[in-house]
């Protein structure tokens, strides 16, 4: 309205212009040529803003859009990107206004009424002020049109997207709608094939019992496990999936088990453990932590122990450890030993009394230096053996001579330095001992090392002669 206006009052100065030239050329011959050349001007100014005035113009690859929707039917073709020419008449004045999109090409889908292949007619519209459509290459779309018909099932599939964590399983899934009903084409519809629902397994809560809640995005696929989603309309397009996560179990045998001690042994006391399970405990639970089991260990501290001669048995708490000794803490592990599901272990324990016997009394040596050579000394690594055992056992190694007990406790005592020259050293080991009643222990040292220091004879000085020089003793000066 506003461009309308303004074109009138642009005539209407130009008509009252033109009058007053007139007069001026009827009182003014010599202007009379000049008044001929502004009226052409005038006359072409006035022609230039009449609305009757038109100029075609051409728009080339303009989108037909798509309206409406038909009734109980459905376009399997492809319409989404129908393009077509239009011509349109604009006045002279809004030519350069003109846009193709003041014209609306569109097909409507409303006017199908039956299936096969048709001819849509593609529609436009006029403008009041940008003029009118005069022609549309092409002028009609062909589309194929189907029957439209629904679908309803419940077995919607959970699509799992990514991979497990090895060591984990999950329990069935839940979905949260159990039917859908989609609808498309009759020849889509027919070859539907499954219905799933995603399950983003990067972001489930990998803890075991944990329930995770998804929102999954739901898909179609046809027989040839082709996705047709985008070709069908669906009253639902997502759904909640729940799952739980489940870590997997598993079992190791025969894990060793070592019995550790806490405390210190009081002097003159000996103790030795043992378990009654010569074939190791079982361990169950989440694979990823029976995995790094590496052996068990049950503690006796030796501070609650009453120190008198005797076997006892004491119960120590089972704990398992991996490779580098590092204590595993995990309450979903089961340890299962003989007689069952165990959480502690009895070790039986044997305190026996201590007594140091002298060694240099057992060691002996054997022949004689050579010529001019002597036995110096004797060195002895440890001054002492001790030996654990019963009272009993104790008094009876005590009462052998020096001899018979070092038989009984050392493997060799003889050193043979028959014709050395030079100081000679012997390595001695200890005997697993074994008396007329019991096993007696050697406690410590478990081997001894004696040095025979070999010297060569010196001689002997005279009296008298100590201190004076060689080529003059015994001479008067």
């Known amino acids: 309205m506003n461009r309308l206006k303004k074109k009138e009052k642009w ?56 309206l409406g929707s038909p009734n109980g039917f459905a376009v399997t073709s492809d319409i989404s990107g129908v393009l077509a020419d239009v011509t349109v008449s604009v006045p002279q004045l809004q030519y350069e206004n003109a846009e193709a999109s003041d014209y609306n090409l569109r097909i409507d889908l409303s006017s199908i009424h039956s299936a096969g292949e048709q001819e849509l007619k593609i529609l436009s519209t006029d403008h009041p002020e940008l003029g009118r459509v005069i022609s549309i290459s092409p002028s009609t779309v062909k589309v194929t049109v189907e029957e439209l018909i629904s679908y309803t099932t419940e077995g919607i599939i959970v699509e799992q997207i990514g991979t497990i964590p090895e060591g984990w399983s999950l329990e069935e899934p839940s979905v949260g709608m159990r039917t859908i009903t989609v609808s498309g084409p009759a020849s889509v519809i027919r070859e539907i094939g499954n219905i799933t629902v995603g399950l983003d397994l990067s972001a489930v809560r990998w803890e075991d019992g944990y329930r995770t809640a998804q929102i999954g995005r739901i898909k179609i696929y046809n027989q040839k496990a082709e996705d047709i989603t985008d070709l069908v309309e669906k009253d639902l397009d997502s759904t909640q999936v ?137 060195q002895i690594s440890a001054e002492t053996v001790t030996i654990a055992g019963t009272t009993e056992k104790l008094q009876e190694i005590e009462s052998l001579p020096a001899e018979q007990r070092a038989v009984k406790i050392l493997k060799n005592n003889i050193v043979d330095i028959a014709d050395a020259t030079e100081t000679r050293t012997e390595e001695f080991s200890m005997k697993a001992l074994t008396f007329s009643k019991d096993k007696a222990v050697v406690v410590r040292p478990d081997k001894v090392y004696v040095t025979v220091e070999i010297s060569p004879v010196q001689a002997e000085e005279t009296p008298g002669t100590e201190g004076s020089p060689p080529e003059t003793q015994g001479k008067e000066p």
Do not use: C
């Not at 009226?39 to 009449?50: E, F, H, N, T």
């Open 11 to 66: 005539t209407e100065i130009l008509r009252l212009l033109k009058k007053g030239i007139g007069r001026l050329v009827l009182h003014n011959g010599w202007v009379k040529l000049l008044a001929v050349l502004i009226s052409v001007i005038l006359w072409a100014g006035l022609i230039s803003q009449d609305p009757n005035i038109t100029r075609n113009r051409t728009f080339q690859g303009v989108k037909v859009s798509v």
């Open 242 to 378: 729940l799952v739980r996560a489940r870590e997997e179990y598993t079992s190791i045998s025969q894990v060793p088990v070592n019995i550790r001690t806490a405390g210190e042994v009081p002097d003159g006391w000996y103790i030795s453990v043992s378990t009654v399970l010569d074939e190791g405990i079982s361990v169950t639970g989440p694979a990823s932590v029976v995995k790094e089991v590496h052996s068990a260990a049950v503690t006796l501290d030796l501070n609650t122990l009453k120190w008198e001669e005797g076997t006892i048995t004491a119960l120590g708490e089972v704990k398992l450890f991996n490779s580098q000794q590092e204590e595993i803490s995990d309450t979903k592990l089961t340890i299962t030993g003989e007689g069952g599901d165990i959480d502690r272990l009895p070790i039986e324990a044997t305190i026996l009394p201590t007594q140091d016997f002298a060694l240099a009394d057992m060691i002996q040596t054997a022949g004689k230096p050579a010529e001019g050579y002597e036995q110096t000394g004797v």
